[in-house]
Every structure is written in structure tokens, then in C-alpha cells.
């Protein structure tokens, strides 16, 4: 007999209710080993692959590329004796009853028993949140990860099912005879795209769409669906521009001395295998300059009625990539030298545009800083990242005219924008800590004196 186990979507550790299905890396029948990687998912920060906690066999896949899924939901049967021979048991530990398959919560390699001593009751519905977070344990954290379990003898794959010879029970997967019944859907009513003439969740939901208005000749447009980052960013900058009192300001800044020592930098052998970027600079420039205005890097506690100041800096740094725009952070960026914050910086955005940032990377920022520059652009003024108090806007480095003693002569110049919440942040702190940057790019000697 079957022991099936169903694997719940996790949420990977960001808190979110859904995530999209970029692409399976098994397929039915095929078997698959513990921890080996089955499936890449796409949350609303980035792409992540899940590990699979079982060894077995794959019955069936329960969702398809391109469906968006919820936390919680079954997407993929296992089957853990696809031989039918009985899995050997070990002795039970200190006189307990000994554990039956049904009862066992399986551990990824590497790691050791989950911590505790409750027993799960057993579930008839999908998979919880609070049973995708034990998921994630695993997935993400290290910890066991548990997956929803299922009596075997309430489950069989459809292509052991048997259908009535005429035909008049169309081939449909449970969670789309569900979805149909839900929508109103006749299912006899419908040629199936699947393979084989099943019929698909998509068959079901055009099914159930009103047809479309016929376009307007000569119409040029298309739409597109609000999902992943986009829909992220979106909430995110709702929220942040709702909630929390923006004030901007700006400041034109000499960086001549900045992109020389740049250039001397080339040629040190401690920096030869680093590019020095003056992203690099501004940044080093920003964790200096934190010290003296820390309320730049503290936190508005609304439920609290606290503002939590931060003795460390986790700077996030805005990334376009495909997917769009992400911040993942640098840990501890005031502690490090400006080599190794160069080298951290470049090795943080070349994963974020990859798509590959792990989603820890993506939560827990201080401070962010964007770097509008590098898109040719001189200014802008940004939106805090909820949960943040400021976010420096770095310019585009340009040759322009500036009076130096008395002479107008051509120099570096860029601009700086500091977007802060005026809850936290006062207009004489803003201006003193975006001044005190300023200071920085313009003479590099001057942090000595931080």
C-alpha cells in the first residue's frame, strides 16, 4: 500500500501568503532523495529552490509552472514505499511506543531531531500557515521539515483511478474538480489542455472568466498580472508612503578628491581583485556618518510607542533586476573596511539581478541607500523601505563647472537626495547626517576625524 506524504508550500521565512511556481525539477514516477532539490519557487523577493525531506517516489505534481499557489496548499505527492515493502523500524528511545510512519517527522541531512515533545494531530484540510512555517524550518533554517500527512488509504493518483467507461466523468485533478464546483463550472463542458485531455486549474478559471471584449482595431496594449516582487514593492511602498511623514532634501556635491583616490586605489595591490565602485564610497560614507546622527538608523515602534535605535547598521541596497526591484542587505556593513564593503556590495548585487538572493537577505534592514546614478540619473526622492527611517538617493558622478577659489574649473559632481521619516528624524538631523556624507565624498581624509 501507498505511504503518501503531501508537501505543503512553506512560507520561506518573509511572512507571505503565496508564491508563484517558476518550474519542477522531477516529474511523476521519478524517484527523489532527501534534500535533493524538486521544485523553484518565486516569491515576492526572489526565486528559491526547495529541498524534498522524504526518499520516495513522485505520484503526482499538484501544481503547474506558472500558477500562482498559497502558503499552505499541497503541491507535490510522494510516495515513501513505492516498492510496497514495509519501512524497518528503529528501537523505540527510553521505553516510548515506537513510531509508526504515519507518526514520523523527517529530519534534512545534516540536521538533528525538531525539539519537542508534542505530537501533531492528524489534518483532513490543506495545510495550515502554522504548517507551512514548520516547513519552512527545514526548507530555509535548518530545522525538520514536516509535511502534511494523509492517511494512504485516502489517496490515490488519478491514473489509477477508474473512470466509468463512457466517458462521461471528465479526467480532472481533485484541487481542479474543487476549484470547478466553486467556480460553477461544468467540467463535461470542457476539453482539457493537459496531457492526456486532463483538464487543468487554467481550463477551469478561462472557463469561468467572461469573455473578453473584442479589442479596438489597431489597439496597442497588453496586460500583465500583479504578482511576485511587483505586488511586493507595490504593498511595500503604499504602506511606507501612508504611514510614515517623508521629508527630502538635497545636496550638490565636489567629489573630485573621492574619484581620485579611486583611481589610486586601482593600482593598490590590497584592492586589485575589488572593483571600487563610488557606490562603495557613498556607502562607507553613510555607515561613517551614522554615528554621529543614529536616529537616521532607528525604527518608529508604533505598537510600542518606542523608537528602537540600532547599534549596528544592515544596509540595504536598492537592485533592479528582472524580476524587478529588490533591497537585500548588507550585515554589519558599519564594521567593515571599505575593501570588504566593496567586495560584499558587488557580490550582493550580482546574486539580487541572478535572482538568487536567499530571502533572509531580504528582511532585517537599517538603513538603505539607492544608486539612481548608475542609470545616468542625478536625483530622485525615494520612499523609505517600511520599517526604516532613511534612504540615501546616490546621484550620477558628472563633469561640471564648480568654483574652486574664486575660478570656475571643471570637477566631479554628483547629487545627493536623504528621504527620512520626520517621526524619528528631525530636519537638523537630516540635514547634519546628509551634510556630514557630503563631507565624506568630498574629502575621504575627513573620516579619520570619525
Known amino acids: 500500500m501507498p505511504q503518501l506524504k503531501h508537501f505543503p508550500l512553506p512560507d520561506v521565512g518573509e511572512g507571505l501568503t503565496e508564491a508563484e511556481i517558476l518550474g519542477w525539477k522531477v516529474a511523476p514516477g521519478d524517484a527523489v532523495a532527501v534534500n535533493q532539490v524538486f521544485v523553484e519557487i518565486e516569491?515576492?523577493?526572489?526565486?528559491?529552490?526547495?529541498?524534498?525531506?522524504?526518499?520516495?517516489?513522485?505520484?503526482?505534481?499538484?501544481?503547474?509552472?506558472?500558477?500562482?499557489?498559497?502558503?499552505?496548499?499541497?503541491?507535490?505527492?510522494i510516495d515513501l514505499d513505492p516498492d510496497g515493502a514495509d519501512a524497518p523500524a528503529g528501537p523505540p528511545a527510553n521505553g516510548a511506543p515506537q513510531r509508526t510512519d504515519q507518526d514520523a517527522t523527517p529530519n534534512l541531512v545534516g540536521y538533528g531531531p525538531q525539539a519537542t515533545s508534542s505530537k501533531r494531530r492528524p489534518r483532513k484540510a490543506p495545510a495550515s500557515a502554522d504548517t507551512a512555517q514548520e516547513a519552512l524550518q527545514g526548507a530555509m533554517q535548518g530545522a525538520p521539515v514536516a509535511l502534511q500527512e494523509e492517511p494512504a488509504a485516502s489517496w490515490s493518483p488519478p491514473s489509477k483511478r477508474v473512470e466509468p467507461e463512457s466517458g462521461s466523468v471528465p479526467q480532472a485533478k481533485p484541487p481542479v474538480r474543487k476549484l470547478a464546483k466553486d467556480l460553477g463550472v461544468d467540467l463535461r463542458a470542457l476539453t482539457g489542455s493537459g496531457a492526456g485531455g486532463v483538464i487543468t486549474r487554467e481550463d477551469v478559471e478561462t472557463a469561468a472568466r467572461p469573455a473578453p471584449a473584442e479589442p479596438a482595431t489597431g489597439a496597442r496594449e497588453h496586460r500583465v498580472p500583479i504578482k511576485g516582487v511587483r505586488k511586493a514593492t507595490a504593498q511595500a511602498m503604499v504602506q511606507s508612503a501612508f504611514t510614515a511623514p517623508h521629508v527630502t532634501e538635497f545636496l550638490t556635491v565636489d567629489v573630485t578628491p573621492m574619484m581620485q583616490l579611486r583611481e589610486r586605489l586601482k593600482s593598490d595591490p590590497e584592492f586589485r581583485d575589488v572593483k571600487i565602485?563610488?557606490?562603495?564610497?557613498?556607502?562607507?560614507?553613510?555607515?561613517?556618518?551614522?554615528?554621529?546622527?543614529?536616529?537616521?538608523?532607528?525604527?518608529?515602534?508604533?505598537?510600542?510607542?518606542?523608537i528602537v535605535y540600532k547599534d549596528y547598521v544592515h544596509l540595504g541596497v536598492a537592485a533592479a533586476t528582472p524580476r524587478g526591484l529588490v533591497v537585500p542587505k548588507v550585515r554589519d556593513a558599519d564594521g567593515m573596511s571599505l575593501r570588504s564593503l566593496a567586495a560584499a556590495l558587488q557580490e550582493l548585487?550580482?546574486?539580487?539581478?541572478?535572482?538568487?538572493?536567499?530571502?533572509?537577505?531580504?528582511?532585517?534592514?537599517?538603513?538603505?541607500?539607492?544608486?539612481?546614478?548608475?542609470?545616468?540619473?542625478?536625483?530622485?526622492?525615494?520612499?523609505?523601505?517600511?520599517?526604516?527611517?532613511?534612504?540615501?538617493?546616490?546621484?550620477?558622478?558628472?563633469?561640471?563647472?564648480?568654483?574652486?577659489?574664486?575660478?570656475?574649473?571643471?570637477?566631479?559632481?554628483?547629487?545627493?537626495a536623504l528621504s527620512f521619516d520626520h517621526r524619528v528624524v528631525d530636519g537638523q538631523q537630516g540635514s547634519r547626517f546628509l551634510a556630514d556624507v557630503g563631507a565624506l565624498l568630498a574629502d575621504p581624509g575627513m573620516a579619520l576625524t570619525y
Request: net charge negative; aromatic share 4%; proline share 8%.
Open 43 to 77: 516569491t515576492a523577493k526572489a526565486a528559491v529552490e526547495l529541498p524534498c525531506a522524504y526518499s520516495g517516489k513522485v505520484v503526482e505534481l499538484l501544481a503547474e509552472p506558472g500558477q500562482t499557489v498559497e502558503v499552505g496548499t499541497p503541491i507535490i505527492s
Open 277 to 306: 565602485t563610488p557606490l562603495a564610497f557613498a556607502a562607507k560614507a553613510l555607515c561613517l556618518a551614522v554615528r554621529r546622527t543614529p536616529d537616521v538608523n532607528a525604527t518608529w515602534d508604533e505598537a510600542a510607542g518606542e
Open 349 to 416: 548585487t550580482t546574486t539580487a539581478r541572478d535572482g538568487k538572493t536567499a530571502p533572509a537577505d531580504l528582511v532585517g534592514g537599517t538603513i538603505t541607500i539607492t544608486n539612481v546614478g548608475v542609470f545616468g540619473v542625478d536625483t530622485g526622492t525615494p520612499i523609505l523601505n517600511p520599517g526604516e527611517s532613511a534612504i540615501l538617493a546616490f546621484g550620477a558622478v558628472r563633469d561640471l563647472p564648480w568654483v574652486v577659489d574664486g575660478q570656475v574649473v571643471p570637477r566631479k559632481v554628483c547629487q545627493l
